[in-house]
């Protein structure tokens, strides 16, 4: 690519992540979860 | 100019042009550079090295180790304006035989930018959004396009087809597009 002489340099520091990060996967709906009961004990 | 230890002079990244292929990766397609052997990997910023080799650099007379962009070397990761990236697309050295699907799309950069006269090399990039014209990927099917552009997504990134026939047509449109970005 041609892009010509050098004309300045500058330091560039973004404060955000350029690079999109990985999706992470949502929960669709209320967490489920089975009471915990103790062996032998009535559920 | 900036020394290494300088405070930065900027906190967000420059955004300018740049074109790729897209070549076959093991999950999908991916962006490879024009003319060198490299990959974009999805989601990976690019880190640039010198790939210049001179002659003497080949005999191994003379191999003086840089970061990129080196100051006084060619190296680093190009971009430039829209309408000279989209000269690349017709490029005669960019025929696409092997590559049939040419992208162009908006860069970010960063880290030590050079700025030239009529673009830039930079330390670090990743592309912001992808337009896959269908007027330099002739050669593919229309779907062949559409799918490589679907798989183009898993860059996080925006990803549009853009239907034109000529250079004109496609630097209009992309314009148009970035503007409402």
Do not use: N
């Not at chain 1, 489920?32 to 009961?37: G, H, L, N, Q, S």
């Not at chain 2, 093991?26 to 989601?43: C, K, N």
């Amino acid at each position: 690519m041609e892009i010509g002489k050098p004309q300045r340099i500058h330091k560039v520091e973004p404060v955000r992540d350029p690079v999109p990060r990985e999706p992470q996967p949502v929960p669709l709906g209320p967490e489920r979860r089975e009471p915990a009961t103790a062996p032998g004990s009535a559920a | 100019m900036t020394s290494g230890a300088a405070a930065p002079d900027y906190a967000a990244p420059f955004e300018a042009w740049r074109t790729w292929k897209v070549v076959r990766g093991r999950e999908g397609p991916v962006l490879s550079s024009l003319f060198f052997d490299l990959v974009w990997e999805p989601r990976l910023a690019v880190h640039a090295t010198c790939l210049r080799r001179t002659w003497l650099d080949r005999l191994g007379v003379l191999r003086r180790e840089h970061e990129a962009p080196g100051r006084r070397c060619e190296c680093g990761v190009y971009a430039a304006g829209l309408e000279q990236a989209v000269s690349y697309l017709w490029h005669p050295r960019v025929a696409p035989r092997r590559a049939p699907v040419h992208v162009l799309g908006r860069v970010l950069l960063w880290g030590e930018v050079v700025e030239c006269e009529r673009g830039f090399r930079a330390a670090s990039a990743y592309p912001a959004e992808l337009l896959v014209p269908t007027a330099v990927s002739g050669r593919g099917r229309l779907s062949a396009i559409e799918d490589v552009a679907a798989g183009l997504s898993r860059y996080g990134i925006p990803v549009r087809l853009v239907e034109c026939q000529t250079r004109e047509e496609l630097v209009r449109q992309a314009r148009g597009l970035s503007r409402a970005a």
